[in-house]
């Protein structure tokens, strides 16, 4: 089974604010991932996160961590269309290797 | 421009030919990895490199064969390879496989398989 859980589908108004959901499984993780993946592109690092840290702001991303609930998640401010795209969460596991959700597609809407 | 290339971004191919993916990343990494994206699942990691010496193979079928000359390059060698293999292949790199995790992606090689 997968071991990083996101929902699959956001759709948000244009100007709104977008919260991406994950929950991962792995309580040793030392970073989780935001990429976004834009149509026909590669994947993009958005912002990472330190497990010690509870939360992080990125101009207009915040992200946060809730370690209790294996809880990640992503705050988009004023979105807008060109946040259209996939969004994966993803978490490291033991030495080099990442986990990632199935990813959340996210549609901004006028 | 990510510092990771991919060539080519799109490569259709039929089931007998030989093909190759090219990757090049200008970040100085010494980890470098290759991702397999199919529809509706979950990023697969396939091959991972480590200072150009092979320390992953994550029960990939042969007629996927890496090669890592050095560092900064990695290839995909494709053979005899099935319908179902059509996918995004995404080389990705990081520093070392032990200094944080931080790995950086390419564009990604569309592959069709007919």
């Known amino acids: 089974g997968e071991d990083v859980e996101q929902s699959l589908f956001l759709s948000v108004r244009e100007g709104d604010s977008s919260v991406i959901n994950c929950t991962y499984t792995d309580s040793s993780s030392t970073y989780l991932y935001w990429y976004k993946q834009e149509p026909g592109a590669g994947l993009q690092l958005l912002t990472y996160i330190f497990s010690n840290m509870d939360m992080k702001q990125d101009q207009r991303l915040t992200v946060l961590l809730n370690k209790k609930d294996k809880h990640l998640s992503l705050r988009i401010a004023d979105t807008q269309t060109g946040d259209s795209a996939i969004y994966f969460c993803?978490?490291?596991?033991?030495?080099?290797?990442?986990?990632f959700g199935a990813g959340t597609t996210v549609t901004v809407r006028a | 421009e990510t510092g990771v290339t991919q060539t080519p971004r799109h490569l259709v191919m039929g089931m007998t030919n030989k093909k190759s993916l090219k990757c090049e990343q200008h970040l100085g990494h010494n980890a470098m990895y290759w991702y397999k994206q199919s529809a509706k699942k979950p990023l697969e990691l396939m091959f991972v490199?480590?200072?150009?010496?092979?320390?992953e193979n994550n029960s990939v079928p042969s007629r996927f064969s890496p090669e890592c000359p050095n560092s900064s390059h990695l290839f995909l060698h494709l053979h005899t390879l099935q319908p179902e293999d059509s996918a995004l292949y995404l080389c990705a790199s990081s520093q070392d496989r032990l200094s944080g995790n931080t790995i950086y992606f390419g564009e990604g090689s569309w592959l069709t398989v007919v």
């Open positions: 490199y480590n200072f150009k010496e092979q320390t």
């Open positions: 993803a978490e490291s596991l033991r030495d080099y290797k990442l986990s």
